[in-house]
């Protein structure tokens, strides 16, 4: 080769050298990567790439889910290839191409249109026919009594009461006049004290001997076999049960606590503490502010006691439904209860077979 031969062929190279540089720098924007990285393992030219590591790829800011690492605007045709791929793999998006058009067109409405098994999921959504439902059993907001209903009050009186005839040398005519005379806890406390003073010979005045009548029901009063866990049964199933009881805080609350009924009920509710007794139907209206049933519907409201003109005249004017328990006696010319049994629990059970009637329900439209 002469010299212009040679002369021309450094000035050719020279002006090819800017072209490769200007594709080198074309290929590096938009594949993220150095030639160098590109070229073939082995030779001079392999030595200088490994000598001159290759730039990492650029990771975006907010990796997108599923494994996307770039975003959909970098890279060539080599990233989009590979994002195509993740996809395919990991089910987001359905796999494309005529053989999967060719297979979507033949499949059956209702079937799969991916060979391969992909389908989108079932979307939520409202029921297409009526939901069953099954039976429904309406709560009930029980207002319970407490004496002669879930304590024996009367008997824990009979019993100090026949101690304290023994102890005075009395004879069973004065058990049984003071046993007339209490009525039920319902009579005056002076003047059952005052036939007690009178019967027994006490001297003592008669508030003392109040407070030790008083004292001696809180010793023997017990509860009726059976109450605390019939309570927890009927609080098992959804109801609420509050206690509502005439009497002076100090007392009732002591018969409660000496029987163990708290920890079986929602609620307390003493005539002394609210300003109201029974048959005054405020009492069971605060009975039922206590629990946050106060709207509730008065048919699923039960006043259960053993006095009618007590418990079943309180329900009556609040306009609940009433239970009473009668151990054995007649109602006579009181006000009708709705449900009428011996004891708290046959009561209990009445209004039950009362209160559970499950039919099914309608159906939707």
Known sequence: MGAPDAERARQARGRARPRRERRGRRRRRRCGRSPRAALARGGRAHAGARARPARPVPRPRDARPGGRDLPPHRGGRRARRARRARDARARLTPPRGRAHARAHRRTRPG???????????????PPSGPVPRAGRVRRVIWLLDLDNTLVGRDDAFALWAADAVAR?????DDLAAIVAADGGGFARKTDVARVIADRLGWEADLPAVVERFRAGILAHVRAYPGVPALLDGLRAEGDRVVVVTNGTSAQQRGKIARCALAPHVDAVVVSEEEGAAKPDPRLLEVALERVGADGADRRDVWMVGDALHADVAAGRAAEVRTGWVSHGRDAGDGPAPDVVGRTVHDVVAAVRALAAPAGPAPARP
């Open 168 to 172: 005075a040398g009395g004879s069973g």
């Open 111 to 125: 079937a799969s249109a991916d060979p391969a098994g992909w389908a989108p999921g079932p979307r939520a959504g």
